[in-house]
């Protein structure tokens, strides 16, 4: 069976790529302003559907959004059928797709694929799809609805939906009717899957006080909405920043991505989080969270991704022992260079914890290697994953004692309540939510478990971000030659000094990282180091901040 080439024909003439754009799939799938995506939308169609046949006609999922970036971006990112991200080996087949200059160029890397990845085209093709709220989602899914046509695959438009339940659906479609079911395949199933697990979970526990949410004024805000139906009086929700229709508002001076960048409260609400009352944002498509909460004195305090970390893995070590299984499951936590030092010590002194490269494709992958793995990056994203064996080992054990049954009955919901497939805000959510029911822990009494050593960020503009090379999970510097000496020989004249620098995966940026004993001196070391890169990399002088010294 060949290629339908006509068909093809016909509709990618109908997307012509622009000229002058070179177009990378990294690890957020493609992105950037949302005009210039026509081509790139219809070629992820056609490669969607040529996974699905390579993997036997398993479902595979895609995603129209651009997460926490302004509103005028979007994207799209591929997902293979358990709700994983993309196989690496395919993101250099989705980039050359995507930057075929014309018809027959794209034609020509469609059948080399084909050939290549020895790809059975009478196998049939499924495809789910999903977008946010962004105005230019619908006309980038029609793109990629003209794909999936053009190629004769089955799709399934999910709607305007949150990027985990997405990626919920495309488990639970490939899962149906097995073992390793993961529910049922539509937005109900998720919610239900969820609210189930969290009031079984607190069903013994005070109903907390109402949390406010900064929706991002994104898509979260509907999924949210519809949650709290599902979880009725368990746990009160206060709803803000919903507006999706709003233009210009998303992800606007709100979300994740801001609370964790400005280290501040999201100025919407201002006078509406009550101190010592809990609060979090979501970001744009709701996989990542943010939780803060602002105290006596009216002070903004950030528990981010590693406070997240730190909380849930205490308590999960905790419910392995308690149940009598921790000679049978071993939890270990990932994190990134970027994870404030305190928290890699709190956890090292209780668990394994790995250190890899930023990106949650390598957080995810090492993750795995445990029976229990947990990882969330300091932004806020992440999750915890049951290995197939320790989910059939708590399905199986049989406890001797009355504590030990109860420790298993919350692992088994934990299980239900986690979102496995992809950092998940809501459902990360609702497990902090557990968590803190469960320690009858306020907000400070969560931020007291360590104290965060003070860290700065600075971003460097660079001629070429490839000339800079690392190693050791991107904590050193092999390239250029001799910098990394330098940046040590500066580390070591500051108390409590750490500081690393990678190359920006999406841009011809460099990013500094710095920590140390008091803010002055993280921000110090952060801005000379940034200095040292600036000079050594051709820095670009637009770029040059005047904190340089």
């Not at 949210?224 to 999706?244: D, H, K």
């Not at 399905?395 to 986690?418: D, M």
């Not at 921000?523 to 904190?547: I, M, Q, T, W």
Request: with cysteine; aromatic share 6%; hydrophobic share 40%.
């Amino acid at each position: 069976m060949a290629l339908p080439v006509d068909s093809i024909r016909a509709l990618s003439d109908l997307h012509p790529k622009p000229s002058n754009l070179k177009f990378q799939y990294g690890t957020a799938g493609f992105r950037t302003v949302a005009h210039v995506l026509d081509s790139v939308l219809f070629r992820v169609g056609v490669l969607a559907a040529l996974r699905s046949k390579k993997l036997d006609g398993k479902t595979i999922g895609v995603m129209v959004t651009a997460s926490h970036n302004p509103e005028q971006d979007n994207g799209v990112k591929l997902v293979d059928p358990r709700g994983e991200m993309l196989e690496a080996s395919w993101e250099i087949h989705a980039t050359a797709l995507s930057n075929a200059q014309t018809t027959d160029e794209f034609i020509g890397e469609l059948e080399k694929l084909v050939q290549t990845s020895k790809i059975d085209l009478s196998k049939p093709a499924r495809v789910v799809y999903a977008r946010d709220t962004r105005p230019s989602g619908a006309a980038l899914v029609s793109s990629l609805e003209d794909g999936i046509k053009a190629i004769g695959a089955e799709g399934r438009n999910a709607g305007v939906t949150t990027t985990p339940v997405l990626h919920y659906l495309v488990r639970a479609i490939n899962t149906k009717g097995t073992k390793e079911s993961y529910g049922e395949d539509s937005e109900e199933g998720y919610f239900l899957k969820l609210s189930t697990a969290f009031k079984k979970l607190v069903s013994t526990r005070q109903t907390p006080s109402a949390l406010v949410i900064d929706c991002a004024n994104g898509v979260g805000a509907p999924i949210a909405e519809r949650l709290i139906e599902y979880l009725g009086n368990s746990l009160p929700l206060v709803l803000e920043n919903a507006s999706i229709t709003t233009p210009g508002a998303l992800n606007n001076s709100c979300g994740a991505d801001y609370v964790k960048t400005t280290q501040k409260l999201p100025p919407s609400l201002a006078g509406r989080l009550q101190p010592g009352q809990r609060g979090c944002s979501l970001d744009g498509d709701a996989d990542r969270l943010m939780y803060f909460y602002l105290d006596e004195r009216n002070q903004f305090h950030m528990l981010d991704g590693d406070k997240i970390a730190a909380l849930v893995s205490a308590f999960i070590v905790e419910l392995v022992k308690t149940s009598g299984l921790d000679s049978q499951i071993k939890v270990g936590v990932v994190q990134t260079a970027y994870a404030n030092g305190a928290s890699t010590k709190y956890l090292s002194e209780r668990l394994p914890v790995k250190c890899v490269p930023t990106g949650v494709k390598h957080l995810h992958h090492a993750a795995e290697h445990y029976n229990i793995g947990i990882y969330f990056e300091a932004n806020g994203h992440g999750t915890v994953l049951f290995s197939q064996p320790t989910q059939d080992v708590l399905q199986s054990y049989e406890p001797s004692t009355p504590a030990q049954s109860t420790a298993l009955e919350h692992l088994r919901n934990l299980n239900q309540l986690i979102n496995q497939t992809v950092g998940d805000a809501l459902s990360d959510m609702l497990l902090v939510e557990v968590v803190l029911a469960h320690k009858a822990y306020s907000g400070a009494e969560w931020d007291s478990l360590y104290v965060d050593l003070p860290n700065r960020l600075v971003k460097v503009v660079v001629a070429d971000r490839n000339q800079v090379k690392t190693e050791d999970a991107e904590r050193r510097l092999v390239s250029p030659v001799g910098l990394q000496e330098k940046i040590n020989d500066l580390v070591r004249r500051y108390d409590g000094g750490r500081s690393f620098v990678r190359p920006s995966g999406t841009e011809d940026v460099v990013r500094v990282y710095a920590e140390a004993s008091n803010k002055a001196q993280s921000d110090e070391l952060a801005f000379r180091v940034a200095g040292l890169v600036y000079d050594e990399c051709g820095g670009n002088p637009a770029s040059r901040p005047k904190e340089f010294l």
